[in-house]
Nanobody
Framework: QVQLVESGGGSVQAGGSLRLSCVVS????????MAWFRQVPGKEREGVAA???????NYANSVKGRFTISNDNAENTLSLQMNSLEPEDTAMYYC?????????????????????WGQGTQVTVSS
């Protein structure tokens, strides 16, 4: 059974930083897309950053230059370093994974491309 557990959320002032982590267990494939999404009440889940098994990354325009996605295969951990946080980054953040053979394109940021999800961690940025 695939399980994803996020941590690292919290409250921070604008301009600050947070690092989110997601421990993945039960996923035994070497090929994957992994991603971070975020959602605020009443809005659709938004893709923030994604990475594939050949380490190609993809970012939403709103976070480019501020967020960095990375993964540690040995530790089965996906991370999201978030710098220069803005109040608009306030949301519940989710990690996700799906089996995928890299297509040559950047990994997707559409939520319906991913099969396994964590429970989320809240990030609140105050002005």
């Amino acid at each position: 059974q695939v399980q994803l557990v996020e941590s690292g959320g919290g409250s921070v002032q604008a301009g600050g930083s947070l690092r989110l982590s997601c421990v993945v267990s039960g996923y035994t494939y070497s090929r994957y897309y992994m991603a971070w999404f975020r959602q605020v009440p009443g809005k659709e889940r938004e893709g923030v950053a994604a990475i594939c098994s050949v380490r190609i990354t993809n970012y939403a325009n709103s976070v480019k230059g501020r967020f960095t996605i990375s993964n540690d295969n040995a530790e089965n951990t996906l991370s999201l370093q978030m710098n220069s946080l803005e109040p608009e980054d306030t949301a519940m953040y989710y990690c996700a994974v799906t089996f995928a053979v890299w297509s040559g394109l950047p990994p997707p940021l559409r939520w319906n491309e991913y099969n396994f999800w964590g429970q989320g961690t809240q990030v609140t940025v105050s002005s």
